[in-house]
């Protein structure tokens, strides 16, 4: 059994869920059987979240996940009806009727299981199982989404209980050393490991859900990108690069701009003051990412990113956490972006950060702040920067094809 993801732009027409019907049943007729995830059809879930704004201005996660989970079983129960037309046995299953089970929390939920039972039962009597992706139900029977691009992780999920090949089609051919629709010269990556895809993803690559990453990395699963529509090779997900291979210092370049910066000026130099900060946010689950401190004269001054959405709750967070502080002065910018350099590669090699902050300062980017870890630097820039920004790192690190 192999497992197949179709994104929402593969599914985003009636045509082309026909094409994929057709490419469904050359594998079949060539022996697998098939589980197929797939997404709502092309811009869907946008429009659905849009709806409810019209509806309601604070729409309950319980029923945004009721109205989101809606677009899968459209997309599911139309390829499963294209596909019969072609002559192959096949039958779509949401997640209620499959049992994937998830934590509780709404609109982010986490797989904890999924009963195959169903599933397999269903492959005995069919060659393909259609399984709409992003949703699930909680043990109480509510239904749950899995967060933005969260199909891959369904099927990735399904791909590590069976212990089956788990093959992902989008509409771009593989993974890219940068977005391939912002930088037309990026390059197609041949294999990637699931720490870098890992860090990619949660980065601001779209191309893969974090969260599939981490289950594809946690069991192994034999992980697969390529393009719905044509036949170009993609990109194999491994957890070492083939022994021939020589590794890269960077692997790969993004960008997020989902994210505002905080700056706050004149607090106390006080360890408490920045923890309260901080330990007040989390309870809030406003999701912190950079942090910076720089002292001056006695006091510090603060700054830190956070992942845009919740500015009102941060601002009513450091109002209550500061209230009894004098001096203080707040200062939010939101036309900012992260860009990250990837790569195992910077492990073993020296002078990396140099290169970075060089590329940047050759081309006069202002730095907003900065973040490290083992296989990742990352510079947050004014938008109005990024491109030139993006283009240094590329070139320095030999990220493009030759033109
Ligand atoms: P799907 O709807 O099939 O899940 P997504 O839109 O979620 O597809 O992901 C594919 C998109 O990811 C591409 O269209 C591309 O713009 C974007 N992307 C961002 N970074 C990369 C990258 N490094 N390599 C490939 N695609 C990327
Ligand atoms: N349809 C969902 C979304 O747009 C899930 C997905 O595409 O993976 O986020
Ligand atoms: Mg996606």
Same mark, same amino acid.
């Given at each position: ?14 045509? #082309? ?16 059987? &098939?589980?197929?995830?797939?997404? /709502? ?15 309601? %201005?604070?729409?309950?996660? *319980? ?22 037309? &072609? ?22 939920? *986490? ?20 399984? %709409? ?71 601001? /690559? ?21 393009? %719905? ?51 007040? &946010? ?46 203080? #002065? ?22 990396? /950060? ?33 491109? *030139? ?9 030999? &990220?493009?094809?030759?033109?």
């Amino acid at each position: 059994m192999i497992v197949q993801k179709y994104g929402g732009s593969s599914v985003s027409t009636a045509e #082309k869920i026909r094409t994929i019907a057709g490419k469904i049943r050359s594998r079949v007729n060539e022996g697998e059987k &098939l589980v197929v995830v797939v997404s /709502a059809m092309g811009k869907t879930t946008n429009q659905l979240i849009e709806l409810a704004s019209r509806v309601s %201005t604070a729409p309950l996660e *319980r029923e945004m996940d009721m109205l989101l989970a809606t677009g899968e079983q459209v997309s599911a129960a139309l390829l499963a009806m294209a596909l019969n037309d &072609l002559g192959v046995p096949a039958i779509s299953y949401n997640s209620f009727q499959l049992e994937m089970v998830t934590t509780r929390t709404h609109n982010n939920a *986490r797989i904890r299981d999924i009963k195959l039972i169903k599933l397999q039962k269903e492959l005995e009597k069919h060659e393909v199982v259609v399984v %709409t992706g992003f949703q699930g139900i909680t043990d109480e029977g509510h239904i749950t989404t899995l967060g933005r691009g969260g199909s891959d992780t369904s099927a990735v999920a399904i791909a590590a209980k069976s212990g089956s090949r788990c093959e992902i089609y989008s509409d771009v051919a593989g993974v890219y050393t940068c977005d391939p629709r912002i930088q037309p010269r990026a390059r197609k990556i041949e294999y990637i490991t699931y720490d870098e895809m890992l860090e990619l993803a949660s980065s601001g /690559a779209r191309v893969l859900h974090a969260r599939a990453l981490e289950i594809a990395k946690k069991y192994g699963v034999d992980l697969y990108c390529a393009s %719905t529509f044509s036949d170009e090779r993609g990109t194999y997900v491994v957890h070492d690069l083939p022994e021939w291979l020589e590794q890269p210092v960077v692997t790969g370049i993004t960008s997020d701009p989902n994210q505002t910066k905080v700056t706050i000026c004149n607090l106390p130099n006080d360890t408490k003051v920045l923890s309260r900060i901080f330990v007040n &946010l989390a309870q809030e689950n406003v999701n912190i990412d950079m942090i910076s401190t720089v002292n001056d004269n006695g006091h510090s001054h603060l700054t830190f990113t956070f992942i845009s959405g919740n500015f009102e709750v941060v601002r009513k967070t450091l109002d209550n956490t500061l209230k009894d502080l004098e001096g203080w #002065k707040f200062s939010t910018d939101d036309k900012v972006i992260k860009l990250s350099v990837i790569g195992v590669g910077m492990q073993s090699t020296t002078g990396v /950060a140099g290169r970075f902050f060089s590329a940047l300062s050759n081309s006069g980017i202002k730095l907003l702040g900065t973040t490290t870890s083992e296989i990742k630097i990352s510079a947050l820039v004014h938008i109005a920067e990024a491109e *030139r920004a993006t283009e240094a790192l590329a070139k320095e690190f030999d &990220l493009l094809r030759e033109e």
